[in-house]
C-alpha cells in the first residue's frame, strides 16, 4: 500500500508542471493548433483536481484556494462580455473585434485571445470549484475519495489539525 | 465502442460503470479524431475522459456504490425503447454520407469561413476563429452556462458544510437574525439553481 502511494506521489509531482505547461500551451496555441480555452482550462483544472486527490483536497486548497477559484470563475465570464463591451465603447458591434486594434486583423486577434482567455479561467475555475464543492462534502461526511486513493490520509489530517490549533 | 456501451448497461457496481464510460469516451475521441476533427476529439478526451469521470467518482462518494436492482423490467418500456430507437436509425438515413459535398452543411456559411476567415479574421485554425469570432455570442453563451452550473452546485450542496463562503455568509446570517425568513429564500434559491442546472 505505501509503495502505490509513494508511486502516486512522485509520479504526480512529476506530470503536474507538465500538465500545467500543456494547458497554457493550448490555450495560446489555440489560434494555430487544435485547442482553445476550453479545452486549456479544464487541463488546468485536471491538473489541480490531480494534485488534490492524490495529496488531499485541505492541501489543494492551500494551493489555490476557494475563493479564489471562484473569483477566477467570475473574472472569466467578466473578461468575456466586457471584451464585447468594450469594442461597442469603440463603435463596432458586440464582439465585434475588429474595432479593438489599429488593423481588423490585429483587433481580431487581441479580441480572440481575450475571449479565449475568459473562457479558460472559467472553465478552470468551474471545474475546480465543482471538484472542491464535491469533494468538501465528502470531507465533511467521511473523505471516501481521499480514503480510495490515499488510504492513510496522514498528511491533510495533521494539516487540519494545525489550521484548528491555529484558529 | 458498442460494446463497451452494452457492458454498460449490464453492469451494477457504478464505480466500474464510471470507469467504462470514460473508456467510452476516450473510444469517441479517437472516432472523431479519425474523422478529423481534433478540436472536438481534444474536447471529448478532456472532458469526457476526464473531468466528469472524476466528477462521477465524487458524486459516487457521496452516494452509494452499487446500483438498486428494480423490479422486472415491463414490457411497454422495452417496446417504447425499442419504437425511440427505430424512429432514431430511420432519421439517419436521411443524413447526408460522411464527406458529401453536396451536403447542406458544406452548401451553407461553410464555404465562407474556409476561404474569408484568413482575411477577415486572421488564425489558420478556422475552428477558433468561428468559435470565438464568427459565434462569438455562442461561445459567451456556452461560458455562462458553464459559470452557471459552477454557481448550482454552490447553491445545492456548497452551503451545506465546511469551509468557504456561502456557509460563513449563512452561519453569519443566521447569528444576526433570528430566523423566521430563513428557510424561504433558501428553499428559493435551491429551486433556482435546480431549474439553471436542467437547462445546462
Redesign the interface.
Known sequence: MMIEKTLLRVIAKVIIPPIILFSLY?QFH???????G??AG??L??AF?LYG?IFGVSIA?EAIP??AT?II??L??LL??GT?VVSMFLGGEF?D?SVLAKT??GG??L??FL??L??GM??A???I?????????????SC??ER?VNPNGHAPNFIERRRNVDG | MTASAFWLVRLRNLFAVVMLFGVFSLFAAALYLVMDA??VA??EA??GA??ST??M???L??THDTEKVHKKPSPISLILVLITGGVLVYGTFDMPRYGDKNAPIHQHVANRYIEKSGQ??????I???I???YR??D??G???V??T??IG??AI??R??????PTSMHARRRNEEDEPEEAAPDAQDAQISTDQETKS
Open positions: 493550448v489555440g489560434d494555430f493548433g487544435p485547442g482553445g476550453f479545452q479544464v487541463i483544472a485536471t483536481i486527490l486548497r476557494a475563493g471562484r470563475l467570475s472569466g465570464v468575456y462580455a464585447g464582439l473585434y481588423q486583423l481580431q486577434h479580441g480572440i475571449v479565449e475568459g473562457v472559467t472553465v475555475g468551474a471545474m470549484t465543482i471538484f472542491y464543492t464535491f469533494a468538501g462534502h465528502v470531507n465533511g461526511a471516501s475519495i480510495r | 481534433v478540436d481534444f474536447t478532456a472532458v476526464g473531468i472524476v466528477l467518482l465524487g458524486t462518494a457521496l477577415e479574421v486572421g488564425p489558420p485554425n475552428v477558433t476563429s468559435l470565438a469570432s462569438g455570442y461561445t459567451l456556452e461560458t455562462a458553464v459559470f452550473a459552477a452546485v454552490l450542496i456548497g451545506v458544510k465546511g469551509q468557504g463562503m
